[in-house]
């Protein structure tokens, strides 16, 4: 949907891409098997920096690190300076035309922002394990916009240039640690009420049964949250739309006709044929929310 908010000529070049996009946007997911300390790019646990934490958490990597250190930092999650790093990179990519590194940089920039607009991954209560609530983060995330997402408007305008990213990022962290009581507030209240012989089912996964949240818990529970779910998604759409734009405006608007017939360079097919093996052989390094 992000591919949709552009405009003329880089309209053209990602609807030309979406395919590529689509199916690479969890290519971060799948690296956390493969790289070490990709997991922490994916989140940040706001509140292991005190009472106010965005009063003493540096906008910045470098003073970030200087105040924090590095293994501090990575041992809490990383995901605004990651956001900005990746920016920085798309920008390059578009300056250096390199047109494989412009659609990684786009599908990982895009997860990259994706994950920071998702509440649970702004907090070290990340799947409700400090207050008994485990799993509610697949049920936030994944189980609600799987019921209830075909009525969600998803068509959000049109991408807009961005003069100060490292603030919109921020902003973005704040908006999704904001809502994290919420979040984990209403389920509590929800599961203290229902019938608890009521609240799980199972379905079919293709060979698999699979026990779920049921289907009248999880619609009163996005009933609770008052369409929480959807203004996050919506947000993280023209997000992702508006950080595309910026970063091939910043890199001078380079002409992209001649890329309809480029292909990946053989050097990143067959590292991405690597990384699937590793996902599909391999275990997690670093944080799980399963």
């Known amino acids: 949907m992000a591919v949709f908010t552009l405009r003329d000529d880089l309209f053209t070049f990602y609807k030309e891409n979406i395919e590529y996009l689509t199916e690479h946007a969890v290519d971060p997911d799948k690296r956390r098997y493969a790289v070490k300390n990709e997991a922490a790019r994916h989140y940040i646990d706001v509140d292991r920096y005190g009472d106010h934490p965005f009063d003493s958490l540096p906008k910045y ?12 930092l990575m041992a809490h999650g990383i995901v605004p300076w990651h956001i900005d790093r990746m920016l920085q990179r798309l920008t390059k990519a578009f300056a250096d035309k390199d047109y494989t590194k412009i659609l990684r940089n786009s599908a990982d920039l895009g997860h990259y922002i994706a994950d920071a607009h998702v509440p649970l991954h702004c907090t070290k209560n990340y799947n409700g394990q400090l207050t008994n609530q485990n799993g509610i983060h ?70 698999n049964m699979m026990k779920v ?6 619609e009163q529970y996005h009933k609770m949250l008052d369409g929480m779910v959807e203004r996050r998604m919506r947000k993280a759409i023209i997000t992702v739309g508006s950080f595309w734009y910026t970063a091939w405006v910043n890199a001078g608007q380079p002409d992209l006709e001649g890329f ?30 399963d």
Not at 160 to 171: L, M, Q, S, T, V
Not at 261 to 287: D, F
Request: net charge negative; glycine share 4%.
């Open 61 to 72: 990597w470098g003073r970030a690190v200087e105040k924090y250190t590095e293994d501090t």
């Open 138 to 207: 697949a049920f936030w995330e994944s189980r609600l916009p799987e019921l209830f997402s075909q009525d969600y408007d998803f068509f959000t305008g049109k991408a807009k240039y961005i003069d100060k990213p490292i603030d919109y990022i921020w902003n973005i962290v704040r908006a999704s640690y904001a809502a994290k009581d919420s979040v984990l507030l209403f389920e509590r209240m929800l599961n203290e009420k229902f019938p608890s012989d009521q609240k799980y089912s199972y379905e079919q996964r293709g060979a």
């Open 213 to 218: 949240y049921a289907y009248d818990y999880s």
């Open 260 to 289: 309809k017939e480029k292909q990946l360079s053989p050097e990143t097919e067959k590292e991405l044929a690597e990384q699937e093996q590793e996902y599909l052989h391999g275990h997690i390094k670093g944080r799980s929310c």
